[in-house]
Structure formats: structure tokens, C-alpha cells
């Protein structure tokens, strides 16, 4: 019932920009947080950014000052705007969602992820 759609990665020189999207949609009640997840080749998944409904955000240490998590809440989308990219920011970008949906009667809570996209800096 709820899909979420990224989109944005691509190859990019050390130093450059991208900007990921990530839109959810379906039957969606509320949407809680959402936030953006890399993982890097031989790596674990890990944190990179996430911004709640009242637009707190956390990020992770290492994309402090480079990157900005954003979001439209009346289009369900969350971006990323990622800035002076190093090649150590090489991953797969999944985007993540928190949120209430309504399954034919019920309203449920549950935690999607997209199918993610490939960010590579490399010169």
C-alpha cells in the first residue's frame, strides 16, 4: 500500500553536488520522520540524515555542514542535498519512512525503505 520512489544518484566528481529525492506515496495517513541511509561497499548500513514531521533533523557526523535534509510535506518527498561529495560518500542511498497508512479498515504503522540509488564520486 505505500510505496517510496527514489531518485537523484548518479557519478560525480570529488568536490561536486547531487540532490536525492525520495517520494512516498500510497495510503498514507501521517508520515512520523524520514531519513536518508548509506551503505558503502564491505560496509553497514548507516544513518545520514533524517528530519522529523516537526522538521527537527539529525545528522551523521561525518556530512555535518556538506549535506541538508529537507522535506515537502504535502507532497510526501524528502530530499538531500549533498555538497563538496568525497569519494568516501560512495554508496547506495536508501531512502526511509516512518509512517501510519490505512490498510482497508485499519490504520498500521510501520517503517519503509525505497529500493535505492547509487551515489559514486569518483574523478
Known amino acids: 500500500q505505500v510505496q517510496l520512489v527514489e531518485s537523484g544518484g548518479g557519478l560525480v566528481q570529488p568536490g561536486g553536488s547531487l540532490r536525492l529525492s525520495c517520494a512516498a506515496s500510497?495510503?498514507?495517513?501521517?508520515?512520523?520522520?524520514m531519513g536518508w541511509y548509506r551503505q558503502g561497499p564491505g560496509k553497514q548500513r548507516e544513518l545520514v540524515a533524517a528530519?522529523?514531521?516537526?522538521?527537527?533533523?539529525n545528522y551523521a557526523d561525518s556530512v555535518k555542514g556538506r549535506f541538508t535534509i529537507s522535506r515537502d510535506s504535502v507532497k510526501n518527498t524528502v530530499y538531500l542535498q549533498m555538497n563538496s561529495l568525497k569519494p568516501e560518500d560512495t554508496a547506495v542511498y536508501f531512502c526511509?519512512?516512518?509512517?501510519?497508512?490505512?490498510?482497508?479498515?485499519?490504520?498500521?504503522?510501520?517503517?519503509?525503505w525505497g529500493q535505492g540509488t547509487q551515489v559514486t564520486v569518483s574523478s
Open positions: 500510497g495510503s498514507i495517513v501521517e508520515i512520523y520522520a
Open positions: 526511509n519512512a516512518d509512517l501510519r497508512y490505512l490498510s482497508g479498515r485499519y490504520y498500521m504503522r510501520n517503517d519503509y
Open positions: 528530519i522529523t514531521s516537526g522538521g527537527s533533523t
